[in-house]
């Protein structure tokens, strides 16, 4: 953001700044320097290592506007929007040094005697929404633009008479009339009398004093270095006589070079090019379009331009929408801040991964979008299928009808048969997210899941100031594993708040501020304290919370068992054998077929009697075994099991992770049929490397059946190169594709009805 050492250049000389006192005016206001300001720099007890404290924030940031209304200053406020089409090394380059900040917060301890200007921090995913919530709330005008946001704060500011207040020292350069306040200098703490102490740049006063012509200060940041370049790294500052730092030196050696420069005779853009010109010659470099760009910004400050329909772009302004929405409709990427999380596990944001395709579906109309995201160490960009609905929920959506758009973002969050009806309004969506989360979790149950789990149940109850929290709550060492798992239900509630917005809120929007206090959290995230204050629930508030815990943990009734017992119980069933017989005394439900898999079963309809279908959009082999985990709970058995999955665990490069996955759900299958099938992946024709993966799969599985007295079903050299069969996201079928499935699929079935050997592979060749 801005010139790099500009802000210490300036510090430096007292004179450059005026001292005022801030009353009875107008303010522009920078959204994001702001909610980042007030974050890291105002409160140092904000918390970035537990995945944020937003009560804390939210009390922050209501004080500063309160204070803003005392001294009768009225704030106009504008947010960033999308972030344009950087290159892709830029992106990179971008969130690395991000990922490397998370990883230094991760592992610095509360108190840390390091200047809190050289801290690295972290922005928690929430504070956002958040602020966008406080500015709703407190009735704030504001705007979301659709890009950078500093061409409109220039262009409001100088329409309306105010200075802008923010930390970027763009607004040095551009010739903002009423002048340029720093949030650093901007004293609303200390307000006395009605009044804020602050200090005022004016551009006007920079140039005279170091006798510059105001045309060139475009120039000068430019070459400089702002967002885009830098130029002359080393001559300047050797040619400076000044004293400071090098690149305080640099700056200096800059303005001097520019103010000597005989240009008095020309119009201001000649000056411009000619002076740019005499810079690149001095440092003898070849000229770069960036600093003409560079230069452009500055002088002919332009809004971002969107492909989005009118009604979108309105309510993205109002902040009812995401601005992620922009970048995904017109750039198809999707960028994944980094999260301070346990970085020895995958990224957090792999939670929400079909929440988001989800999304990208109803931006996109079924185009792949491409993710940057952290794999371990690195970051890695990601091309990601989306979900695209069939023509049925589209029209749904079209005709406005909320219960169906309701069903809709159940089915995205796997929670049609969750009954919301006892649950309060602004807990509906964050309940919703919670059982979603928790059943990802159950694939690989800790006793530290179901803390918190429990955790954020009691938080859901009480207010972060209770004392029924903040008594029972005990310090204690910062959890990896514990930050993990609240990261992962972060990245979850963000996701889907973002996906409620697009479909206008069929759920109430809940009160993001009040949600999540991550200190508090990870303190009440252990058993004895869950159960301490547990025993302070009374009345409508216990009947509540049991009923959340039955709903999102249904073998966890009353008190039920510790969590310890309950991983256990998890671990005794996985390797029970006996479990897998039916008991005579307590007959099991038995159906005759099960057919279930990720979306590409989502248009598939069976003639054979008696076939039950449940198809899991997103779903990778461990939601099948954490579904089938829950039929199991229920007693059911099958004659048989067809399991379709494999396509989106192919996403992922971790070929043997899906090999032990796969393994694991078919040996679960097991103890509920005595016939499992596996239905073989179709082929990935859009993007090589899954192919390969794909492929690869498909090999493996036929062997691996073979070899394990499961049935196996090979649908790949059917749709192989017949593009009428595959929709252009390369992964799901068309009707056409799932009409043929079907009836592969039926014959199959009934094909195995008469067949009488155990444990051979079957591979049936249908005609479409």
């Given at each position: 953001?801005?010139?790099?050492?500009?802000?210490?250049?300036?510090?430096?000389?007292?004179?450059?700044?005026?001292?005022?006192?801030?009353?009875?005016?107008?303010?522009?206001?920078?959204?994001?320097?702001?909610?980042?300001?007030?974050?890291?720099?105002?409160?140092?007890?904000?918390?970035?290592?537990?995945?944020?404290?937003?009560?804390?924030?939210?009390?922050?940031?209501?004080?500063?506007?309160?204070?803003?209304?005392?001294?009768?200053?009225?704030?106009?406020?504008?947010?960033?929007?999308?972030?344009?089409?950087?290159?892709?090394?830029?992106?990179?380059?971008?969130?690395?040094?991000?990922?490397?900040?998370?990883?230094?917060?991760?592992?610095?301890?509360?108190?840390?005697?390091?200047?809190?200007?050289?801290?690295?921090?972290?922005?928690?995913?929430?504070?956002?929404?958040?602020?966008?919530?406080?500015?709703?709330?407190?009735?704030?005008?504001?705007?979301?633009?659709?890009?950078?946001?500093?061409?409109?704060?220039?262009?409001?500011?100088?329409?309306?008479?105010?200075?802008?207040?923010?930390?970027?020292?763009?607004?040095?350069?551009?010739?903002?009339?009423?002048?340029?306040?720093?949030?650093?200098?901007f004293e609303w703490k200390r307000k006395k009398d009605g009044k804020i102490p602050a200090k005022l740049y004016t551009r006007s006063k920079f140039c005279e004093h170091f006798k510059l012509d105001p045309a060139l200060m475009p120039v000068f940041a430019s070459i400089a270095g702002n967002d885009c370049s830098r130029l002359g790294k080393e001559i300047f500052a050797?040619?400076?006589?000044?004293?400071?730092?090098?690149?305080?030196?640099?700056?200096?050696?800059?303005?001097?070079?520019?103010?000597?420069?005989?240009?008095?005779?020309?119009?201001?853009?000649?000056?411009?090019?000619?002076?740019?010109?005499?810079?690149?010659?001095?440092?003898?470099?070849?000229?770069?379009?960036?600093?003409?760009?560079?230069?452009?910004?500055?002088?002919?400050?332009?809004?971002?331009?969107?492909?989005?329909?009118?009604?979108?772009?309105?309510?993205?302004?109002?902040?009812?929408?995401?601005?992620?929405?922009?970048?995904?409709?017109?750039?198809?990427?999707?960028?994944?801040?980094?999260?301070?999380?346990?970085?020895?596990?995958?990224?957090?944001?792999?939670?929400?991964?079909?929440?988001?395709?989800?999304?990208?579906?109803?931006?996109?109309?079924?185009?792949?979008?491409?993710?940057?995201?952290?794999?371990?160490?690195?970051?890695?960009?990601?091309?990601?299928?989306?979900?695209?609905?069939?023509?049925?929920?589209?029209?749904?959506?079209?005709?406005?009808?909320?219960?169906?758009?309701?069903?809709?973002?159940?089915?995205?969050?796997?929670?049609?048969?969750?009954?919301?009806?006892?649950?309060?309004?602004?807990?509906?969506?964050?309940?919703?997210?919670?059982?979603?989360?928790?059943?990802?979790?159950?694939?690989?149950?800790?006793?530290?899941?179901?803390?918190?789990?429990?955790?954020?149940?009691?938080?859901?109850?009480?207010?972060?100031?209770?004392?029924?929290?903040?008594?029972?709550?005990?310090?204690?060492?910062?959890?990896?594993?514990?930050?993990?798992?609240?990261?992962?239900?972060?990245?979850?509630?963000?996701?889907?708040?973002?996906?409620?917005?697009?479909?206008?809120?069929?759920?109430?929007?809940?009160?993001?501020?009040?949600?999540?206090?991550?200190?508090?959290?990870?303190?009440?995230?252990?058993?004895?304290?869950?159960?301490?204050?547990?025993?302070?629930?009374?009345?409508?508030k216990k009947e509540l919370y049991e009923y959340l815990k039955t709903i999102s943990y249904p073998k966890t009734t009353g008190e039920g068992p510790s969590s310890e017992e309950q991983v256990q119980k998890t671990e005794i069933e996985e390797n029970s054998d006996e479990d897998s017989k039916t008991n005579p005394d307590n007959p099991h439900i038995v159906e005759k077929?099960?057919?279930?898999?990720?979306?590409?079963?989502?248009?598939?309809?069976?003639?054979?009697?008696?076939?039950?279908?449940?198809?899991?959009?997103?779903?990778?082999?461990?939601?099948?075994?954490?579904?089938?985990?829950?039929?199991?709970?229920?007693?059911?058995?099958?004659?048989?099991?067809?399991?379709?999955?494999?396509?989106?665990?192919?996403?992922?490069?971790?070929?043997?992770?899906?090999?032990?996955?796969?393994?694991?759900?078919?040996?679960?299958?097991?103890?509920?049929?005595?016939?499992?099938?596996?239905?073989?992946?179709?082929?990935?024709?859009?993007?090589?490397?899954?192919?390969?993966?794909?492929?690869?799969?498909?090999?493996?599985?036929?062997?691996?059946?073979?070899?394990?007295?499961?049935?196996?079903?090979?649908?790949?050299?059917?749709?192989?190169?017949?593009?009428?069969?595959?929709?252009?996201?390369?992964?799901?079928?068309?009707?056409?594709?799932?009409?043929?499935?079907?009836?592969?699929?039926?014959?199959?079935?009934?094909?195995?009805?008469?067949?009488?050997?155990?444990?051979?592979?079957?591979?049936?060749?249908?005609?479409?």
């Open positions: 953001m801005g010139i790099l050492k500009l802000e210490d250049l300036i510090d430096q000389i007292p004179s450059l700044c005026e001292e005022v006192n801030i009353e009875k005016t107008g303010l522009i206001i920078d959204g994001a320097a702001l909610y980042y300001f007030l974050y890291y720099y105002s409160n140092l007890k904000l918390d970035q290592r537990c995945g944020g404290d937003y009560p804390g924030f939210k009390d922050e940031v209501c004080n500063f506007f309160k204070t803003l209304q005392d001294c009768e200053v009225t704030p106009y406020v504008f947010l960033d929007g999308g972030s344009g089409s950087d290159k892709r090394e830029h992106l990179v380059s971008h969130l690395k040094k991000k990922l490397e900040k998370a990883k230094t917060v991760a592992k610095t301890e509360l108190g840390c005697t390091v200047r809190k200007r050289y801290r690295p921090n972290v922005l928690p995913p929430l504070v956002r929404d958040v602020f966008i919530e406080i500015l709703k709330e407190k009735d704030i005008e504001f705007k979301q633009c659709l890009g950078e946001a500093d061409p409109e704060i220039f262009s409001a500011a100088n329409q309306n008479q105010c200075a802008v207040l923010s930390i970027d020292t763009d607004f040095c350069i551009y010739d903002v009339h009423k002048g340029f306040l720093h949030l650093k200098h050797n040619e400076s006589s000044s004293p400071g730092q090098n690149d305080i030196k640099r700056l200096y050696g800059m303005l001097t070079f520019l103010s000597k420069l005989k240009l008095d005779s020309c119009n201001d853009s000649v000056k411009r090019e000619q002076a740019l010109q005499n810079a690149v010659n001095h440092v003898r470099e070849i000229e770069d379009r960036s600093f003409k760009l560079s230069i452009q910004k500055y002088v002919e400050p332009t809004k971002t331009d969107s492909e989005l329909p009118l009604w979108v772009l309105q309510k993205i302004e109002r902040g009812e929408l995401t601005t992620f929405v922009i970048n995904i409709v017109d750039q198809k990427t999707m960028i994944l801040p980094a999260l301070v999380e346990d970085f020895s596990q995958p990224s957090s944001y792999t939670a929400a991964y079909c929440i988001r395709q989800y999304f990208y579906g109803l931006l996109t109309g079924g185009q792949m979008c491409t993710e940057y995201d952290r794999d371990r160490e690195e970051i890695k960009d990601k091309r990601v299928p989306s979900i695209l609905l069939s023509s049925d929920e589209q029209k749904q959506l079209e005709l406005e009808r909320l219960h169906e758009v309701l069903m809709l973002i159940n089915k995205s969050l796997q929670v049609q048969t969750l009954d919301l009806g006892n649950i309060p309004d602004h807990l509906k969506l964050p309940v919703c997210v919670t059982v979603f989360w928790f059943k990802r979790l159950q694939h690989h149950p800790k006793p530290e899941t179901v803390h918190c789990l429990h955790a954020l149940l009691l938080g859901f109850m009480y207010h972060h100031d209770s004392p029924a929290l903040k008594d029972a709550a005990i310090r204690r060492k910062w959890q990896p594993r514990v930050a993990h798992a609240f990261s992962q239900w972060l990245c979850c509630m963000r996701q889907s708040l973002h996906l409620n917005q697009l479909l206008c809120s069929p759920l109430p929007e809940p009160q993001c501020a009040r949600l999540y206090c991550g200190p508090l959290l990870h303190r009440l995230a252990d058993e004895d304290t869950i159960e301490e204050v547990q025993k302070t629930l009374r009345g409508e077929t099960l057919l279930i898999g990720d979306a590409v079963l989502r248009d598939v309809q069976l003639e054979t009697p008696g076939t039950v279908i449940n198809c899991i959009p997103g779903a990778r082999a461990g939601d099948i075994k954490a579904y089938l985990k829950l039929l199991f709970q229920n007693e059911h058995r099958y004659g048989k099991i067809v399991i379709h999955v494999g396509s989106n665990d192919s996403i992922f490069c971790q070929s043997e992770v899906t090999k032990i996955s796969i393994a694991s759900v078919c040996n679960f299958a097991k103890k509920m049929s005595d016939t499992v099938v596996f239905s073989g992946p179709l082929p990935y024709e859009t993007n090589d490397v899954i192919y390969s993966r794909m492929l690869s799969l498909n090999h493996w599985l036929s062997a691996w059946c073979s070899e394990n007295s499961v049935k196996f079903l090979d649908n790949w050299q059917t749709f192989w190169e017949n593009p009428d069969l595959i929709v252009e996201d390369g992964i799901h079928p068309t009707l056409d594709g799932a009409a043929l499935l079907s009836r592969r699929l039926d014959e199959f079935i009934q094909n195995l009805d008469k067949k009488a050997e155990l444990g051979s592979v079957v591979i049936e060749t249908v005609t479409p």
